[in-house]
């Protein structure tokens, strides 16, 4: 019997169907081990040596496996072919051999690049040892972020109050969303003009030609700035003789995209098919493991983490083949394509995201897979036969236009490009970000040059240029991706991270940044600017692909980091928090201090009119204050999505009733609606806004509705007492006598129906009044396939989740809990269970401190800081000092206290 070691159930499922019943393949459920989430698992005065611990969870299967191992005649290491599946493979034999499981059997290892039978069975042909450089280069990277995030967080923590944490590769990626908003608040508009003619041939074809010159000078986009620059061009052509002075016309060729990169896939998934980096690998995920095909399971595509963009020959010649079948030999080139990578610090060499089998059309696939697993398996299958297609042949055509008025000569230029051969084009066309400029224009009439044309139409038109766009999930991995930030396997976990801890917020499909976000990078790039340099996180990731190659030793790499980054954080301890909060002000004026329309002083106070407005830091994070507090107590929030103004507060209408002004106004806490001023000591009318619901989009009728809360649903079908509505101190809510429920993602508090009310609050009955800790039986979803058990998805106090026996993982924002299926809720669970940090034993003599959690990301990088602050030493008043009637018991020395925080790239 051999004992073969995977990472997922659903793998070890399809692979044990393709060995028989010599082999035992059992899963680990990914990383069996991690570093503790406290102070000195990673040393460097002990030359980095890093303390390793096992997750409970995981020991019940070491145990197993740890036995099924003794009975074996050899062991084989089969997990994913990458530095994180060498490392899972690596803890694995580390565990066994701590445990003396491993005594006369044999060690083997073998990947593959695809779960299909043939690529299975021609891996255990070809066993290997472990590739030590792989390994070493995973210590490297997992020490590096360990050292970042227990170091640096905890700095955060005590210089800018509210933030949760900093990351290698998370702050820079943070830092190139807020560098971007910083570009559009200070981007000044400036106005264009252009110039264009209808113009139409002697056969009264007609076509649109641009101003390109103007007496032997030549007009570019934004040359003409004024109308009366405009005008002056326009009657001038009004009265012109317009003539071809030449046509030229030159044939282009479109080359088809290599196949996709874990980049490449994230980008053109949410360009195409709206779907978030995370969910696109989660879907990927599936897809590669194997789905039911005609009684046999199948993994349908290659390995999803990769930046490699070339395919194995038999791949190769599978999809010519099939290429030939579909399209016939004019789409066929004559020799098989050739990529090379492109992208920067590009690492292992895997072959690229492919179909296992080119000739399973996406329309046979589809019948085994739900709706977002055919769309992506479709797209990889159309991308990667379309990489290989013929090249699309196309004709550019160019006119010069000449055009005499008086004693001028003004030049003009029509374009337009005609497509003779669709090639792959035909399948395949690449999606476009907003930026992104589309190559082929209009099709030009036949003229010939000297030809004469017809005047039908000047037009002019006023135009200004626009800031650069908002990064998109996708133009975000791919700029990383340029600059050499992160890695195949960390791209979606950033992401995930930075939306997850509340630095930056998706709106629009575009990424904003919230304000703690802006507050972290400016304070990185104020006092550890090194840190987050493109270049130097670039050089960083260098240095572990040397690793990788056994070209570089792994402990020099970290000494070398160490010795400034200590230093750097050193240099912090002096600093006080007026010089943080000076620096930021200084950083973030665009930010908070726009200037105003009427041209009047942004700092200046707006309610004693005498103080200045600056940047504080409270409890809770920062704020706006005035510098004559206490005497003036004037705050509010860094920034008003809309709005408030001035004193504070915007006006947005008459209450028809009372007569008194609806305002929306910028508080400390947030934005908020106001009804008057209050009468007789009276705190006026005053409600919240609803999360989503920003204040530039309140109108009068919307705000009354909002002041007007609670109101009642109607009558409880069972007792006829009221239901009522509100927002309350935990967001909006409906209330049955004594019985409170929070509204759910998409429940409209001024909307919401007598019949959704009422299942709101049997919900939370039901959650009251069984045992403790009793949660709603959710909706069924099946059974686990491998571990069996119940698996449902509920809704919980922090969103909807899935739960299996004890375990709970929370729906990641782009899942649609109503939509989501057993495969999906299996691949959460099970993530869920192969990354849950050990628990520290609770110790009964002293209350236990706030610990931050740490949990492996797709890379098996530790995922950033939960909390929002960690407690120091908390001073508690002294005993009174009572007669001694015992002899004195010995105190014991205070624990030495441990802050925890961890960061993932």
């Known amino acids: 019997m051999q004992v073969v070691i995977v990472e997922s159930p659903a793998k070890a499922k399809t692979i044990n169907k393709y060995l028989g019943p010599g082999y035992e393949v059992i899963a680990s459920y990914g990383h069996v081990r991690d570093l503790p989430s406290k102070d000195g698992s990673v040393d460097p005065d002990a030359d980095f040596h890093m303390l390793w611990e096992v997750d409970p969870k995981a020991q019940k299967r070491l145990n197993e496996i740890a036995s099924a191992v003794k009975g074996a005649d050899a062991l084989i290491l089969a997990t994913d072919p990458d530095r994180e599946g060498e490392a899972i493979s690596w803890h694995v034999l580390e565990v066994l051999r701590q445990k003396k499981a491993l005594k006369h059997q044999k060690v083997e290892r073998v990947v593959f690049n695809a779960i299909t039978k043939q690529a299975v069975l021609d891996a255990m042909k070809a066993p290997r040892a472990i590739d030590v450089a792989l390994v070493d280069a995973y210590l490297a990277r997992r020490a590096l972020d360990y050292l970042v995030g227990f170091t640096l967080s905890p700095v955060l923590w005590r210089k800018l109050p509210g933030a949760r944490s900093a990351g290698r590769v ?79 016309a030159k044939p282009v ?154 004693g001028r000569t003004l030049d003009l230029s029509a374009t337009g490009t005609v497509v003779k051969f669709d090639g792959f084009l035909a399948l395949y066309r690449e999606g476009k970000d907003d930026d992104d400029e589309d190559e082929e224009g209009r099709r030009l009439p036949a003229m010939s040059a000297g030809e004469g044309l017809d005047k039908r139409g000047i037009e002019t038109a006023q135009h200004f240029t626009e800031p650069p766009p908002r990064y998109s999930e996708a133009s975000l991995v791919k700029r990383m991706e340029e600059l050499g ?45 090194r840190y987050v340099e493109y270049d130097f996180t670039a050089d960083l990731e260098e240095k572990l692909d040397e690793v990788s190659a056994a070209q570089l030793d792994w402990k020099q790499v970290l000494r070398d980091f160490w010795k400034d980054f200590h230093a750097a954080i050193g240099a912090t301890k002096e600093l006080r928090v007026s010089q943080v909060l000076d620096a930021l002000d ?28 600056s940047l504080k830091m409270g409890k809770f994070g920062a704020f706006i204050g005035c510098s004559n507090y206490p005497e003036c107590r004037h705050t509010q929030p860094l920034t008003g999505d809309g709005s408030p ?168 924002k782009s899942m649609d809990p109503e939509a989501l299926t057993l495969a999906d809720a299996v691949g959460l669970i099970d993530a869920k269970a192969a990354t849950t940090p050990a628990k520290a034993p609770r110790k009964t003599t002293a209350k236990a401190g706030a610990k931050a959690k740490a949990s492996a990301g797709d890379d098996g990088e530790a995922a950033p800081f939960d909390g ?34 961890s960061a993932t790239d």
């Open 645 to 812: 103004e001035g004193d504070g507060k915007r006006v947005i209408g008459l209450d028809p009733e009372s007569g008194e002004e609806v305002t929306v106004r910028a508080g400390r806490f947030g934005t908020y609606l106001q009804l008057g001023e209050g009468k007789d000591g009276e705190k006026p009318k005053r409600s919240s806004l609803p999360k989503g619901l920003a204040a530039a989009d309140v109108d009068l009728d919307t705000a009354l509705k909002l002041l007007a809360l609670p109101r009642e649903v109607g009558k409880h079908p069972e007792d006829g007492d009221p239901i009522l509505a509100g927002i309350g101190r935990y967001g909006p809510y409906v209330q049955h006598g004594r019985t409170y429920a929070n509204l759910e993602t998409g429940d409209d508090v001024l909307n919401i129906g007598l019949n959704r009310a009422v299942t709101l609050i049997a919900e939370k009955q039901t959650k009251g009044r069984g045992p403790r800790g009793a949660t709603p039986a959710g909706r069924g979803l099946g059974d686990h396939p491998t571990l069996g058990g119940p698996i449902t998805v509920r809704a919980g106090r922090f969103g909807p989740y899935v739960n299996h026996g004890k375990v709970n993982a929370t729906l990641p």
């Open 253 to 406: 060729k479109r080359h088809p995209q290599p196949p996709f990169t874990t980049s490449t896939l994230q980008q053109e998934a949410s360009r195409k098919l709206g779907l978030a980096p995370a969910r696109t690998m989660q879907i990927a995920q599936r897809l590669y493991e194997g789905v039911d095909v005609g009684g046999e399971t199948v993994g349908l595509i290659t390995y999803m983490r990769t930046d490699g963009v070339d395919m194995a020959p038999e791949a190769i010649a599978a999809t010519r083949g099939a290429i030939g079948k579909q399209f016939g030999a004019r789409y066929l080139p004559g020799v098989p394509r050739k990529y090379t990578v492109k992208a920067k610090n590009a690492q292992e060499a895997h072959e690229a995201i492919r179909p296992t089998d080119p000739g399973r059309h996406p329309r046979e696939a589809a019948r085994h897979l739900d709706g977002e697993q055919a769309k992506l398996y479709e797209l990889i299958w159309t991308r990667t036969i379309a990489s290989q297609m013929e090249s699309a042949e196309l004709e550019r055509t160019t006119a010069d236009i000449e055009a005499k008025a008086g």
């Open 485 to 529: 930030i992160g890695r195949p396997s960390t791209y979606a976990a950033v992401l995930a991270v930075l939306r997850d801890r509340e630095y930056v917020k998706l709106e629009k499909k575009k990424l904003l940044p919230e304000d703690k976000g802006r507050l972290v990078t400016a304070f990185l790039e104020s006092f550890f600017k």
């Open 170 to 248: 998370q702050s820079v990626a943070l830092r190139l969303v807020c560098e971007r908003e910083r570009e559009i608040e200070t981007f000044v508009a400036r106005e264009y003009w252009s110039i264009v003619a209808r113009l139409a041939t002697p056969r009264a074809e007609e076509f649109e030609a641009r101003l390109a010159g103007a007496d032997g000078k030549k007009i570019t986009r934004l040359s003409v700035g004024s109308a009366e620059e405009a005008q002056a061009f326009r009657t001038a052509l009004e009265s012109a003789a317009f003539r071809v002075r030449s046509v030229e």
């Open 586 to 613: 200084e950083m973030l004026t665009a930010h908070i201090f726009p200037p105003k329309a009427d041209g009047s002083d942004p700092r200046l106070c707006p309610t004693c009119g005498a103080g200045r407005l």
């Open 868 to 901: 929002a602050t960690t407690k120091t030493s908390t001073a508690k008043k002294p005993a009174a000092k009572k007669p001694a009637t015992k002899k004195a018991t010995t105190a014991k020395a205070p624990a030495k206290k441990t802050k925890s925080a």
